[in-house]
């Protein structure tokens, strides 16, 4: 067992639940409403953690005010912690996901890490909520146009 993959058993003994089970590098944790994926790189001494954040608006207009308020969270880490937020073209939905060294790190960090991924996600989810329905967001301008 590789030192990332022991650290997520870890994190999982402390908090009293299940200790997942890594296939073929991958495990995941359920967090009440959120299944938090870890993905353990034991060459590169690293942890990635991905979770699914929101499912991608049919609506164009939707759409595009999500990509938007994502576009915003991104820059610069500033508003994920370091982390990123992305798209599963495939699957049609939100990813946010964290990679970091597992090296020397103690089973508290990743704890505190994700926790932060936690709040974080949830943030975001709020924020993505508020997007105004289809037709309830009033005149706008066209495409590439300013008011």
């Known amino acids: 067992m590789s030192n990332p993959e022991s650290l997520v058993i870890a994190l999982a003994q402390k908090l009293g639940i299940a200790a997942p089970v890594f296939e073929n590098g991958v495990a995941a944790?359920?967090?009440d409403t959120h299944m938090?994926?870890?993905q353990a790189d034991a060459e590169q001494d690293e942890l990635r953690c991905f979770l699914r954040v929101a499912d991608i608006p049919a609506d164009v207009e939707?759409?595009?005010s999500m990509y938007r308020l994502l576009l915003m969270a991104n820059a610069f880490g500033r508003r994920t912690g370091g982390g990123q937020l992305g798209i599963d073209d495939q699957e049609?939905?939100?990813v946010f996901s964290?990679?970091?060294s597992a090296?020397?790190?103690a089973v508290e960090r990743l704890e505190s890490i994700v926790e932060a991924l936690l709040?974080?996600?949830e943030e975001?989810?709020?924020e993505l909520a508020e997007i105004p329905a289809p037709g309830n967001a009033g005149p706008s301008a066209p495409m590439g146009m300013r008011v």
Do not use: C, D, S, Y
């Open 92 to 94: 049609a939905f939100v």
């Open 124 to 126: 975001i989810q709020r």
């Open 119 to 121: 709040n974080l996600t």
């Open 103 to 105: 090296a020397n790190m």
């Open 29 to 31: 944790i359920q967090f």
């Open 36 to 38: 938090l994926n870890f």
């Open 98 to 100: 964290h990679v970091f």
């Open 62 to 64: 939707a759409r595009l």
